[in-house]
């Protein structure tokens, strides 16, 4: 890639990386809301997030914090601080870039076409309030930029094949010329996203955080053709915005979200169980957790949302179920979904180890159901590559056609599925735990640092990392904890990286 040459890459950079160069600290200046940069965003926008570029806030200090657990710390942040003003002579990160923050940038899509496209020229428009107004200007004419004339009262400037603005206070950038022109144009009295409608849609979600991203969720699907089938479907015809935010704290990484849905949805209606009770998760060291309250509601929602979708398949769908159950002599829906209204725990390793627990209706019954299952696996199973199935002690152990094995039955009056027996038993044993400050049907949990082990030990070799310094980049990492919560009213969800 080379060197950052226009004043235009130098924004996208700072709006893009201003958080790796938290350490590098700035004037004290206030924010000022969003508004005076959202009136260049189009208001049938699908996607805008607004950026925190204040240095000497909350936010960054916080950030500033967590990355100084880290070794090289400084060196790291020195270095992006230099490539962001690289290959622009006479441009200084400190003396031209850092003056002009302090404001939040906004960056959103033109239109959803856009937004959808892999193309690497999709329209965007990008717009910051400048805390220094003649910075900027010292900023423009180190950048060589030629005055192109007035759009709406705003001077308009190129810089070989880019264009970018500058009304007042206010830098504007856009995919294109025609693009940044119709921005001004719509600042100046056109049809722009509102701040009310902005905050709407990151309702519930902190209104301190490094980014804060608005997503149009019932305008994307009214453009896609994949999406308007999909709408059918009650739940997603419901969908209407998606709110999320990036925030930092001291000790912990955030990331929110608000799902929100409109409508008379009802809870059979929902891809997840409803309500704030939380699933509970079987927490092993250096393991990814997952606990899910209810899975039958999943399964459930999988079997509507096919019907609504394509009738056609559904009834493949249901014709196969009819006929599995004369195979095994069982009905499918009441004997096997039907049990599954317990707590669901999975137990995964970045290697593919697992382990699944399910707590089920009735242990007895479904002990005898495992075992028709187990019985005409073989032959039911043959289109999944499972090719055999033998006793092993208290479980089954099924042989895939690649050579692997995993095993399953019932222990511990729980369904057990592993790729070992001393898992599936450990996990059988093994009592689900609550995780501090979850709530909702579905919840994660993580072991951070012994996750960060097992991926830069995995990576070392290529950058030369020796292995007694694994566990000192490993060491600040603290856990993953995360949730969702599900009501007819939406979706909300908190997952948090906590570090030491």
């Given at each position: 890639m080379r060197p950052i040459r226009s004043f235009a890459a130098l924004f996208a950079c700072v709006a893009v990386?201003?958080?790796?160069i938290a350490g590098c600290g700035g004037a004290d200046n206030s924010s000022s809301g969003t508004g005076a940069v959202l009136s260049y965003v189009p208001a049938e926008t699908p996607f805008a997030v607004s950026i925190d570029t204040d240095l000497e806030g909350d936010q960054y200090k916080s950030l500033d914090a967590i990355l100084n657990r880290f070794p090289g710390a400084d060196t790291i942040k020195a270095?992006?601080?230099?490539?962001?003003?690289?290959?622009?002579?006479?441009?200084?990160?400190?003396?031209?870039?850092?003056?002009?923050?302090?404001?939040?940038?906004?960056?959103?899509?033109?239109?959803?076409?856009?937004?959808?496209?892999?193309?690497?020229?999709?329209?965007f428009v990008a717009a910051l309030q400048v805390v220094d107004t003649e910075a900027l200007d010292s900023l423009i004419d180190k950048t060589g930029a030629k005055q192109q004339g007035d759009v709406a009262g705003a001077t308009v400037?190129?810089?070989?094949?880019?264009?970018?603005?500058?009304?007042?206070?206010?830098?504007?950038?856009?995919?294109?010329?025609?693009?940044?022109?119709?921005?001004?144009?719509?600042?100046?009295?056109?049809d722009s996203l509102s701040e009310d409608d902005f905050n709407k849609g990151l309702e519930g979600l902190p209104d301190d955080a490094l980014a804060r991203v608005y997503v149009d969720v019932q305008g994307l699907l009214g453009q896609s053709e994949g999406a308007?089938?999909?709408?059918?479907?009650?739940?997603?015809?419901?969908?209407?915005?998606?709110?999320?935010?990036?925030?930092?704290?001291?000790?912990?990484?955030?990331?929110?979200?608000?799902?929100?849905?409109?409508?008379?949805?009802?809870?059979?209606?929902?891809?997840?169980?409803?309500?704030?009770?939380?699933?509970?998760?079987?927490?092993?060291?250096?393991?990814?957790?997952?606990?899910?309250?209810?899975?039958?509601?999943?399964?459930?929602?999988?079997?509507?949302?096919?019907?609504?979708?394509?009738?056609?398949?559904?009834?493949?769908?249901?014709?196969?179920?009819?006929?599995?159950?004369?195979?095994?002599?069982?009905?499918?829906?009441k004997d096997l979904i039907a049990q599954l209204t317990g707590n669901l725990s999975v137990s995964a390793t970045i290697a593919g180890q697992f382990g699944i627990r399910a707590e089920v209706k009735d242990p007895a019954a479904f002990a005898k159901t495992v075992d028709k299952v187990a019985k005409a696996l073989p032959q039911v199973g043959s289109g999944l590559g499972i090719e055999g199935v033998r006793r092993s002690g208290d479980l089954y152990e099924a042989r895939l056609s690649g050579g692997g094995t995993f095993?399953?039955?019932?222990?511990?009056?729980?369904?057990?599925?592993?790729?070992?027996?001393?898992?599936?038993?450990?996990?059988?044993?093994?009592?689900?735990?609550?995780?501090?400050?979850?709530?909702?049907?579905?919840?994660?949990?993580?072991?951070?640092?012994?996750?960060?082990?097992?991926?830069?030990?995995?990576?070392?070799?290529?950058?030369?990392?020796?292995?007694?310094?694994?566990?000192v980049f490993a060491r600040p990492f603290d856990e993953l904890r995360g949730s969702i919560a599900t009501s007819t009213d939406g979706m909300k969800g908190k997952f948090s990286l906590t570090l030491d």
């Amino acid at each position: 890639m080379r060197p950052i040459r226009s004043f235009a890459a130098l924004f996208a950079c700072v709006a893009v990386l201003a958080v790796a160069i938290a350490g590098c600290g700035g004037a004290d200046n206030s924010s000022s809301g969003t508004g005076a940069v959202l009136s260049y965003v189009p208001a049938e926008t699908p996607f805008a997030v607004s950026i925190d570029t204040d240095l000497e806030g909350d936010q960054y200090k916080s950030l500033d914090a967590i990355l100084n657990r880290f070794p090289g710390a400084d060196t790291i942040k020195a270095l992006l601080k230099a490539q962001l003003s690289m290959g622009q002579e006479g441009v200084d990160f400190d003396k031209d870039i850092k003056p002009l923050l302090g404001n939040p940038a906004v960056i959103s899509a033109t239109d959803v076409t856009s937004f959808l496209s892999d193309s690497a020229d999709s329209g965007f428009v990008a717009a910051l309030q400048v805390v220094d107004t003649e910075a900027l200007d010292s900023l423009i004419d180190k950048t060589g930029a030629k005055q192109q004339g007035d759009v709406a009262g705003a001077t308009v400037y190129q810089d070989e094949d880019t264009f970018f603005a500058v009304n007042d206070d206010v830098v504007v950038l856009a995919g294109s010329k025609q693009l940044l022109e119709d921005a001004l144009k719509r600042a100046d009295g056109g049809d722009s996203l509102s701040e009310d409608d902005f905050n709407k849609g990151l309702e519930g979600l902190p209104d301190d955080a490094l980014a804060r991203v608005y997503v149009d969720v019932q305008g994307l699907l009214g453009q896609s053709e994949g999406a308007k089938a999909a709408r059918k479907i009650e739940w997603v015809d419901a969908l209407r915005t998606l709110g999320l935010t990036v925030s930092v704290q001291k000790e912990s990484i955030d990331v929110e979200f608000n799902l929100r849905t409109e409508g008379d949805l009802t809870d059979e209606d929902l891809p997840l169980a409803s309500g704030d009770e939380a699933a509970e998760v079987v927490q092993r060291p250096s393991e990814i957790g997952v606990g899910l309250r209810d899975p039958g509601q999943l399964v459930a929602f999988f079997e509507s949302a096919l019907q609504a979708v394509d009738p056609n398949s559904f009834g493949d769908y249901e014709q196969g179920k009819r006929a599995l159950s004369q195979q095994l002599d069982l009905d499918v829906d009441k004997d096997l979904i039907a049990q599954l209204t317990g707590n669901l725990s999975v137990s995964a390793t970045i290697a593919g180890q697992f382990g699944i627990r399910a707590e089920v209706k009735d242990p007895a019954a479904f002990a005898k159901t495992v075992d028709k299952v187990a019985k005409a696996l073989p032959q039911v199973g043959s289109g999944l590559g499972i090719e055999g199935v033998r006793r092993s002690g208290d479980l089954y152990e099924a042989r895939l056609s690649g050579g692997g094995t995993f095993v399953f039955g019932m222990a511990g009056g729980a369904l057990v599925a592993a790729t070992d027996a001393a898992r599936a038993h450990e996990l059988a044993s093994a009592k689900p735990a609550a995780v501090e400050g979850a709530g909702g049907s579905l919840v994660v949990r993580a072991d951070a640092e012994g996750i960060a082990r097992q991926v830069l030990k995995q990576i070392a070799p290529q950058f030369g990392l020796p292995d007694p310094v694994i566990p000192v980049f490993a060491r600040p990492f603290d856990e993953l904890r995360g949730s969702i919560a599900t009501s007819t009213d939406g979706m909300k969800g908190k997952f948090s990286l906590t570090l030491d």
